[in-house]
């Protein structure tokens, strides 16, 4: 019985791989035919939303695969395309329209889904000045973790037990952090929790991060963070572990349920990036295998 299983699983393997291989091959054919003609109507089509006034950035891409952003380029006379380095270079006319000032619009050329593509960062929340930042920045207000937090050193809003602190976020929220390994903090929200070597700030019921060059930033908490990650995976994904770089970057590993040739139940890993200041999935990588299994999805998840 075990040899029958066996053959058919490999049988299942076999006509799904040929398939797999089949499509690739045809989308090739396709892209060496038609690839720069695909490209420039997707650029005229962007060129005429503009003309409509539309106000919005309008670059293009190619969605071709990547595994990180180093995968990724701005290509085209006017630095208007993203595509993948393994792909042909685009030819495109050598005009400059205001939308494709990606600079203008906090577009970036990334690596999302495995595929390159504009990032629009629409989300972004206004620049600090300086007055605002030093404001922030206060000793006062940093989340400083000791094995005990002396009177007087307690952040302001904040309540101090020991080595853990407590604060009350926007909207009746509740953060706690309290020391972990090597030197970092771990910060707490909603049992979803966060390790980072960041230095955080609470100010006004938000919190902040002091980040690489200098920059300081408001971020979004860890369950935030899962939050935005379940809603792209529509399931509930189980995080086992999750940072704060000091690029202001979620970097987090997560589990979710799939079936493999559609049959076969198994938890297929998730390593996702999520922008700390703005919540949004920046880059995901999944298993080699995920094109042999279905996900299992979630109607209704937090």
């Known amino acids: 019985m075990k040899k029958i299983i066996s053959a058919v699983i490999s049988i299942v393997f076999l006509i799904l791989l040929i398939n797999f291989a089949c499509t690739i091959e045809d989308a090739n054919v396709n892209t060496?035919?038609?690839?720069?003609?695909?490209?420039?109507?997707?650029?005229?089509?962007?060129?005429?939303?503009?003309?409509?006034?539309?106000?919005?950035?309008?670059?293009?891409?190619?969605?071709?695969?990547?595994?990180t952003d180093a995968d990724c380029l701005r290509a085209g006379c006017s630095d208007s395309v993203c595509q993948s380095v393994g792909e042909e270079s685009v030819i495109t006319t050598c005009e400059f329209k205001e939308c494709y000032n990606a600079e203008k619009y906090n577009a970036r050329c990334v690596c999302l889904e495995n595929k390159c593509q504009w990032l629009v960062k629409k989300e972004l929340k206004g620049e600090l000045t300086?007055?605002?930042?030093?404001?922030?920045?206060?000793?006062?207000?940093?989340?400083?973790?000791r094995t005990q937090i002396q009177a007087g050193e307690c952040p302001e809003n904040c309540t101090c037990t020991g080595s853990v602190i407590k604060c009350e976020i926007e909207g009746g929220r509740?953060?706690?952090?309290?020391?972990?390994?090597?030197?970092?903090?771990?910060?707490?929200?909603?049992?979803?929790?966060?390790?980072?070597?960041?230095?955080?700030?609470?100010?006004?019921?938000?919190?902040?991060?002091?980040?690489?060059?200098?920059?300081?930033k408001e971020i979004i908490l860890p369950d935030e963070a899962q939050s935005r990650l379940q809603e792209q995976l529509r399931t509930r994904a189980e995080v086992r572990n999750m940072t704060l770089d000091d690029e202001g970057i979620y970097r987090i590993k997560a589990y979710k349920r799939a079936r493999l040739f559609w049959m076969i139940s198994v938890q297929k890993r998730v390593e996702a990036n999520v922008d700390a200041e703005t919540g949004e999935i920046i880059r995901t990588r999944v298993p080699w295998w995920s094109f042999l299994a279905k996900d299992v999805m979630s109607e209704n998840f937090e």
Not at 35 to 55: C, F, M, P, V, W
């Open 174 to 216: 509740e953060m706690r952090v309290m020391a972990g390994e090597s030197g970092n903090v771990v910060v707490i929200s909603k049992d979803v929790n966060a390790s980072t070597n960041v230095t955080l700030y609470h100010h006004n019921g938000k919190i902040y991060g002091n980040f690489r060059n200098n920059e300081t």
């Open 130 to 145: 300086q007055a605002q930042i030093g404001e922030i920045i206060r000793e006062r207000n940093r989340l400083k973790v």
């Open 32 to 67: 060496g035919n038609n690839y720069n003609t695909k490209i420039q109507s997707q650029i005229k089509e962007s060129e005429n939303d503009s003309k409509l006034g539309t106000e919005e950035f309008c670059g293009t891409s190619t969605y071709g695969a990547c595994e």
